[in-house]
């Protein structure tokens, strides 16, 4: 039997945030991940250079049943400081639209720059093992210390922290063991979903899917939630950025409204019927769409051949659905293509500033296994280092 002062479930930004920190601290930390090697979603995120944080992070860009959850940890530690870590190993990076930002290199400079952290805790008098490729066989807790089985050994620590995430992605080995853990102690764990997510149509809009490849600049809705980003279209339905963002908020059975024109005026189809009254519906479209989408939108809205044939009326119509064209998706692609999941572990039973179980003293839950999802862009990586963080500074 092998004794540490914390245990921590996961190898991954949380976990290894969580890792280094405590580390430094002088605590001697044994992080256990059933996976080959740390960091594997790090290392396929942003398209291999990790889009690590979002200049733009503030707690509105994260769901959770409590909006408010979310703001200690994330004032603690910005997205300034995590990127004063990345200058000081000496990554170049750059920052993209919307404040992402990205490595200029390769993701595996994040995953090299956490694991130095992690060596650096020897300096401060700590230690932090890192035990890969075998699975927790049993969690337990005897009122003081907790007790994790693993390849026939027992380790135990007064703090143990859970950093597992959630099921998106299961080929990277993702699972829902965050909610089996919370569960086994008590922690009510709100109803997971796929987040940031393609969706599918059926139905009359499978028409769509003949516009697989076509992308557009559009503004998304779900409810009263809007995303001005690209939307693509697939031999499934509908993906692109602004499509990944809402469908964090959208629900089964709800329409997803798109903006095809977010920039022209309430009343452009008007105003080009005086101007060019010979003009199609479809050559108008084609000056602000791509072609095919174009063509395919026109012979849905059903307009005569030119514009001057058609009432005020039905161009009115016309300009309302495109500026909301309802879809009707029937699902999504699910964990297997979700970047991230929607709830899980309740903040109701964990403090905000230490990620503990509020109830089980020492049980402390980081990164995406907690109900904090932020949006599409870096604010996923910026929560598992601010509540890893969190967590490490309180163990």
């Known amino acids: 039997m092998q004794h540490y002062d914390a245990i921590i479930l996961g190898a991954g930004a949380a976990g290894?945030?969580?890792a280094a920190t405590a580390g430094q601290r002088g605590r001697r930390v044994?992080?256990?991940d059933h996976a080959e090697a740390p960091g594997k979603k790090i290392l396929i995120s942003g398209g291999g250079r990790c889009n690590f944080t979002n200049v733009g992070t503030v707690p509105d860009r994260f769901l959770s049943a409590n909006p408010h959850f979310a703001k200690s940890a994330l004032g603690r530690y910005t997205p300034a400081d995590f990127l004063a870590l990345i200058e000081a190993h000496g990554i170049a990076w750059h920052e993209k639209t919307l404040g992402q930002l990205f490595c200029d290199g390769s993701?595996?400079?994040?995953?090299?720059?956490?694991?130095?952290?992690?060596?650096?805790?020897?300096?401060?008098?700590?230690?932090?093992?890192?035990?890969l490729g075998q699975p927790v066989d049993q969690v337990a807790h005897d009122g003081t210390q907790f007790r994790v089985g693993r390849a026939g050994k027992t380790f135990t620590a007064p703090r143990l922290i859970v950093a597992t995430g959630g099921p998106s992605i299961p080929?990277?080995?993702?699972?829902?063991?965050?909610?089996?853990?919370a569960r086994q102690f008590g922690l009510k764990v709100i109803e997971p979903r796929p987040a940031l997510v393609p969706l599918t149509l059926g139905g009359e809009e499978t028409l769509f899917r003949s516009l697989s490849g076509v992308a557009s600049d559009v503004v998304a809705?779900?409810?009263?939630?809007?995303?001005?980003?690209?939307?693509?279209?697939?031999?499934?339905g509908l993906?692109?950025?602004?499509?990944?963002?809402?469908?964090?908020?959208?629900?089964?059975?709800?329409?997803v409204g798109i903006d095809f024109v977010p920039d022209q005026a309430p009343d452009w189809l008007l105003a080009a019927k005086r101007a060019a009254p010979r003009t199609s519906p479809r050559r108008v479209l084609a000056q602000a769409l791509p072609d095919r989408l174009a063509e395919t939108l026109a012979e849905r809205l059903a307009l005569p051949a030119e514009l001057g044939l058609a009432t005020d009326k039905a161009l009115a119509a016309a300009q309302a659905k495109l500026a909301d064209w309802p879809f009707h998706p029937n699902g999504s692609e699910g964990y297997a293509k979700a970047?991230?999941?929607?709830?899980?572990?309740s903040t109701a039973g964990l403090s905000s500033r230490t990620m503990e179980a509020k109830a089980v003293p020492g049980l402390h839950f980081v990164g995406e296994a907690v109900d904090v999802t932020g949006w599409l862009g870096g604010y996923n990586f910026q929560?598992?280092?601010?509540?890893?963080?969190?967590?490490?500074e309180a163990v």
């Open 239 to 255: 993906s692109g950025p602004a499509i990944l963002q809402v469908s964090s908020y959208w629900r089964h059975g709800e329409p």
């Open 221 to 236: 809705r779900s409810g009263k939630t809007r995303f001005r980003e690209a939307a693509l279209f697939t031999h499934r």
């Open 16 to 18: 290894l945030m969580a």
């Open 171 to 181: 080929k990277m080995g993702a699972t829902g063991y965050a909610y089996d853990l």
């Open 107 to 131: 993701a595996r400079q994040i995953v090299e720059m956490l694991l130095d952290e992690c060596d650096k805790a020897t300096r401060s008098g700590g230690l932090v093992d890192i035990a």
């Open 339 to 345: 970047e991230v999941t929607v709830g899980g572990v």
């Open 30 to 32: 044994l992080v256990v």
């Open 383 to 392: 929560w598992a280092w601010a509540s890893g963080r969190a967590a490490g």
